[in-house]
Nanobody, 126 residues
Protein backbone atom coordinates (compact mmCIF):
# COMPACT_ATOMS: atom_id res chain seq x y z
CA UNK A 1 0.00 0.00 0.00
CA UNK A 2 1.50 3.32 -1.04
CA UNK A 3 0.51 6.24 1.12
CA UNK A 4 0.92 9.74 -0.22
CA UNK A 5 1.29 12.51 2.34
CA UNK A 6 0.99 16.14 1.38
CA UNK A 7 0.37 19.56 2.83
CA UNK A 8 3.52 20.34 4.76
CA UNK A 9 5.24 23.68 4.61
CA UNK A 10 6.50 26.70 6.49
CA UNK A 11 4.22 28.51 8.90
CA UNK A 12 4.66 31.07 11.64
CA UNK A 13 4.12 30.18 15.25
CA UNK A 14 0.43 30.35 16.09
CA UNK A 15 -0.56 29.49 12.55
CA UNK A 16 -2.37 26.53 11.09
CA UNK A 17 -1.56 23.84 8.58
CA UNK A 18 -3.40 20.83 7.22
CA UNK A 19 -1.89 17.54 6.15
CA UNK A 20 -3.49 14.91 3.96
CA UNK A 21 -2.76 11.27 3.37
CA UNK A 22 -4.09 9.42 0.35
CA UNK A 23 -4.20 5.72 -0.38
CA UNK A 24 -5.21 5.56 -4.02
CA UNK A 25 -6.56 2.28 -5.23
CA UNK A 26 -7.16 0.87 -1.77
CA UNK A 27 -10.24 0.50 0.35
CA UNK A 28 -9.19 2.93 3.02
CA UNK A 29 -11.98 1.90 5.35
CA UNK A 30 -10.13 -1.36 6.01
CA UNK A 31 -7.20 0.48 7.56
CA UNK A 32 -6.62 2.14 10.88
CA UNK A 33 -4.31 5.08 10.49
CA UNK A 34 -2.05 7.37 12.40
CA UNK A 35 0.13 10.43 12.07
CA UNK A 36 3.67 10.41 13.42
CA UNK A 37 6.43 12.95 13.41
CA UNK A 38 10.17 12.91 13.69
CA UNK A 39 12.29 15.90 14.58
CA UNK A 40 16.06 15.92 13.90
CA UNK A 41 17.89 13.77 16.40
CA UNK A 42 14.69 12.47 17.97
CA UNK A 43 12.66 9.30 17.83
CA UNK A 44 9.60 9.10 15.61
CA UNK A 45 6.60 9.73 17.81
CA UNK A 46 2.87 9.34 17.50
CA UNK A 47 0.86 12.52 17.09
CA UNK A 48 -2.64 11.12 16.61
CA UNK A 49 -4.35 7.92 15.56
CA UNK A 50 -7.82 7.00 14.36
CA UNK A 51 -9.72 3.77 13.93
CA UNK A 52 -11.24 2.48 10.71
CA UNK A 53 -14.60 4.12 11.24
CA UNK A 54 -13.27 7.41 12.48
CA UNK A 55 -15.12 7.29 15.79
CA UNK A 56 -12.25 6.32 18.05
CA UNK A 57 -9.36 8.75 18.25
CA UNK A 58 -6.17 9.03 20.25
CA UNK A 59 -4.05 12.14 20.64
CA UNK A 60 -0.60 12.49 22.11
CA UNK A 61 -0.51 15.04 24.89
CA UNK A 62 1.42 17.40 22.65
CA UNK A 63 -1.44 17.38 20.14
CA UNK A 64 -4.46 17.60 22.40
CA UNK A 65 -6.52 20.71 21.89
CA UNK A 66 -4.48 21.84 18.88
CA UNK A 67 -4.55 19.03 16.32
CA UNK A 68 -7.51 17.24 14.79
CA UNK A 69 -7.25 13.92 13.02
CA UNK A 70 -10.02 12.86 10.68
CA UNK A 71 -10.66 10.62 7.73
CA UNK A 72 -12.92 10.43 4.70
CA UNK A 73 -13.23 6.80 3.73
CA UNK A 74 -15.29 7.64 0.66
CA UNK A 75 -12.32 9.61 -0.67
CA UNK A 76 -9.67 7.23 0.69
CA UNK A 77 -7.98 10.04 2.58
CA UNK A 78 -6.92 10.88 6.09
CA UNK A 79 -6.23 14.34 7.44
CA UNK A 80 -4.41 16.08 10.24
CA UNK A 81 -5.43 19.66 10.90
CA UNK A 82 -2.92 21.50 13.05
CA UNK A 83 -3.50 24.85 14.70
CA UNK A 84 -1.74 27.02 17.28
CA UNK A 85 1.51 25.63 15.92
CA UNK A 86 4.68 25.99 17.94
CA UNK A 87 8.33 25.86 16.87
CA UNK A 88 8.63 22.53 18.69
CA UNK A 89 6.10 21.08 16.23
CA UNK A 90 8.76 21.34 13.54
CA UNK A 91 9.37 17.85 12.18
CA UNK A 92 8.83 15.52 9.27
CA UNK A 93 5.29 14.22 9.55
CA UNK A 94 4.40 10.71 8.39
CA UNK A 95 1.06 9.10 7.85
CA UNK A 96 0.81 5.41 8.57
CA UNK A 97 -1.84 2.78 7.99
CA UNK A 98 -2.51 -0.73 9.12
CA UNK A 99 -5.05 -3.11 7.69
CA UNK A 100 -7.27 -4.42 10.47
CA UNK A 101 -10.41 -6.43 10.99
CA UNK A 102 -11.18 -4.42 14.11
CA UNK A 103 -13.49 -1.51 13.47
CA UNK A 104 -12.78 0.07 16.83
CA UNK A 105 -9.11 -0.42 17.57
CA UNK A 106 -6.66 2.48 17.50
CA UNK A 107 -2.99 1.68 16.98
CA UNK A 108 -0.60 3.84 18.97
CA UNK A 109 2.78 2.18 18.42
CA UNK A 110 5.09 2.48 15.41
CA UNK A 111 5.58 -1.27 15.14
CA UNK A 112 1.84 -1.77 14.70
CA UNK A 113 1.87 -0.03 11.33
CA UNK A 114 3.00 -1.77 8.17
CA UNK A 115 2.42 1.02 5.69
CA UNK A 116 4.02 4.45 5.74
CA UNK A 117 3.93 7.55 3.63
CA UNK A 118 7.05 9.33 2.47
CA UNK A 119 6.88 12.12 5.03
CA UNK A 120 6.19 15.79 4.65
CA UNK A 121 8.18 18.59 6.29
CA UNK A 122 6.46 20.97 8.68
CA UNK A 123 8.51 23.95 9.82
CA UNK A 124 7.18 26.40 12.36
CA UNK A 125 9.09 29.64 12.68
CA UNK A 126 9.15 31.67 15.87
Amino acid sequence: VQLQASGGGLVQAGGSLGLSCAAPGHTFSRFAMGWFRQAPGKERELVAAINRNGDNIYYADSAKGRFTISRDNAKNTGNLQMSSLKPEDTAVYYCAAQRTVSSSYVYTEKYQYNYWGQGTQVTVSS
